[in-house]
């Protein structure tokens, strides 16, 4: 049996053996040859840079402790989103676990996510889903409310926090977090958030941030959101003018490819950068398009990863801009990997990036490479029962699956020019397909789609006894992890009381954490400077130092005004003391003029005595 990478090995050296060809035949300069080894080794070494900064090492999991702290973080959600759309880590639940905590304290301090940032939902959502789990059922609210982060991100958001307040950044993102797993969403949403992308759309074809300048970001962001509707013969409104959505794709495209630059990288806000490159290579793979060997963006011969490596540094991650001494880049680094995760899926024939869904069958996968082969063997000399014929055929893909047809304008127009009737449904209408789901987890690298079943051994149990007696923050991150595990566990029954402890527990671990963030707060901002401490401030000091006192060991070092509070109890025990020091001195200073005055009078006596007996007044 061949594996799925013989499997990519032979369609990417198809693809870059058509490039190849083109470079020798139509440029000057030769394009470097990529296969599937290659670039994975790239993603592998983004990867590792990542490790490195967090452990100091490359050799052991991404997903370790350093890692679980940062969940809900940007710089560690993409991580762990890309991660998940290669299939190649395995502790995906542990951080999923961590990023639950995170939204369900966010939901108990503030009501909810990023309330200015809808875009923090998307991009939690998104990691969910990459790392197998349902964003519809993410945790619970302090009411024990299910959390529904598609809802909440996408529709139903909270009061004073609507999606026109990113511009058209949270419209995409939206749209691309609604259509993730198929989602079903109150009538008419869809539409609206399409109609919404599409008041940034310029004269140009590009899409902007404000509605001011096309930009290639948005523009290929915009272009990743629409995707799924790229077949759809709706009608919208854009411009004053009615365009069907591959109509507007195309436009786009065309504005990328004239706005690329003549290295083949692509710039944002007047900046050549490895981000905008990304951005565009990620759309051209959901799309559909060939990111390598479509000739509208190949520039003298350099195709766009020639261009995103030049980015590349010496430690694996990817700088921001091109120029003498610039270092790694987080951002960069993070949207690099996605855009080389989202080369090989398009390549290998799995689902697009941000398509969660279950990978298609064999068959499916066959019927649709079969009609788009018929598609691109239709020309204008076809007939139209031929066409008919095909188009008949295109009507037996599923709706949701259609996209994955990217030849279909070329049908379309052969249609109207024949004047053939076209029965395709709107999709938009037909996209919502469930209530909720996990995101499919596949390994790209291996065979099949992973499965997350785990029993809760002896092993844990020990780890979890060993801890429920000893109240100390050190102990959370294990909590969090044997908690988590212990309610996905097979044998949950066996261990009901133990689940409580430990509920029980991380809520106690979880309000040592406000104790001593109140202690340092107090500290911060009642007794600092200690300088200016008066003796009215006793009361405060002493009950802070008695609130530390009980703390373990390891919680004490994380008072951070620790050092604040001892020398404020040196200058209140001095303040205390300095009364008595006082009288002490003046007592002390009272007896010293006592001691004088009575040898003064002492002196006297004797000068007197002196002057009597001088006078022989002693023997009369």
């Known amino acids: 049996m061949i594996s799925k990478r013989q499997a990519f090995n032979s369609v990417l050296a198809v693809f870059l053996a058509i490039m190849l060809l083109f ?30 900064a967090l452990y100091g090492s490359g050799d052991i999991s991404l997903f370790g402790d350093e890692f679980y702290k940062s969940a809900g973080n940007p710089a560690s959600d993409w991580y762990a989103f890309s991660t998940g759309r290669l299939g190649t880590e395995n502790n995906y639940s542990e951080y999923l676990a961590f990023l639950k905590n995170y939204v369900e304290q966010r939901y108990d301090e503030n009501g909810g996510l990023d309330a200015r940032k809808a875009t923090e939902w998307h991009r939690i959502a998104l990691a969910v889903l990459a790392l197998g789990s349902d964003p519809t059922m993410f945790g619970k609210t302090k009411d024990e409310k299910n959390i529904n982060l598609i809802a909440d991100g996408v529709y139903n958001r909270p009061e004073g926090s609507p999606l026109s307040a990113q511009g058209s950044n949270a419209y995409i993102w939206a749209l691309i977090t609604l259509d993730s797993n198929r989602y079903k969403a109150p009538e008419g949403t869809r539409n609206r958030l399409i109609n919404e992308i599409l008041r940034y759309r310029l004269d140009d074809g590009g899409f902007s941030l404000d509605g001011k ?48 630059n003549e290295n083949g990288s692509f710039s944002s806000w007047g900046a050549e950068n490895s981000e905008s490159t ?46 003498p001494g610039e270092k790694t880049d987080g951002i960069a680094g993070e949207q690099a990997l996605y855009s080389l995760v989202a080369m090989y899926r398009y390549y290998g024939g799995f689902r697009s ?29 076809s007939t ?50 469930r209530d909720n789901g996990n995101g499919t987890v596949t390994d790209l690298l291996d065979s099949g789609e992973i499965v997350f079943d785990t029993v809760f051994t002896q092993s844990d149990t020990a780890e979890a006894e060993g801890i429920l007696d000893d109240l100390s ?18 044998n949950k029954s066996d261990y009901t009381e133990l689940l409580e402890r430990l509920y029980s527990l991380k809520s106690d671990i979880e309000n040592l954490k406000d104790e001593i963030d109140d202690i340092n707060a107090q500290i911060t901002n009642k007794l600092s400077p200690y300088s200016e401490l008066e003796k009215g401030d006793a009361e405060l000091i002493n009950s802070l130092i008695e609130r ?41 200073l009272v007896l010293l003029v006592a001691v004088l005055m009575i040898r003064i009078k002492k002196r006297k006596d004797a000068k007197k005595f002196l002057r009597w007996r001088s006078e022989d007044n002693y023997f009369r």
């Open 213 to 260: 300048n096309s930009d290639t970001d948005v523009t290929a962001m915009a272009l990743q959101a629409l995707a799924p509707y790229v077949n759809s013969e709706e009608p919208y409104e854009v411009n004053d003018k009615t365009l069907k959505m591959f109509e507007i794709v195309d436009k786009a495209l065309d504005f990328l490819s004239k706005t690329q």
């Open 278 to 323: 990304a951005q565009v290579i990620t759309a051209l793979c959901v799309i559909g398009i060939d990111p390598l060997n479509d000739e509208r963006f190949i520039k003298n011969g350099y195709n766009l990863l020639d261009a995103l490596l030049e980015y590349r540094m010496d430690d694996g991650g990817f700088a921001h801009l091109l120029k």
């Open 548 to 588: 530390t006192d009980k703390l373990s060991e390891h919680d004490r070092e994380l008072i951070t005004g620790y050092e604040v509070l001892l020398q404020a109890k040196a200058k209140l025990s001095y303040l205390e003391r300095q009364p008595y020091i006082y009288a002490g001195i003046i007592a002390v």
């Open 473 to 490: 923050t050190e102990y959370y991150i294990t909590v969090i992890k044997l908690t988590d595990k212990l309610e996905r566990a097979t």
């Open 23 to 52: 470079t020798f035949c139509f440029t000057s300069v030769s394009a470097a040859v990529y296969n599937a080894d290659e670039i994975i080794s790239i993603i592998e070494g983004v990867i590792t840079k990542k490790k490195t």
């Open 384 to 433: 139209a029962s031929e066409i008919t014929a095909v188009y008949n055929d295109y009507l037996l893909i599923p709706i949701t699956e259609r996209s994955y047809v990217s030849e279909y304008p070329h049908l379309s127009a052969l249609m109207q020019k024949y004047c053939i009737e076209n029965r395709s449904e709107f999709l938009a209408d037909y996209m919502g397909e």
């Open 353 to 381: 990036l941000y398509d969660f869904r279950e990978e298609q069958s064999a068959e499916l996968k066959e019927s649709i490479e079969n009609l788009r082969e018929s598609i691109k063997e239709l020309t204008d000399d």
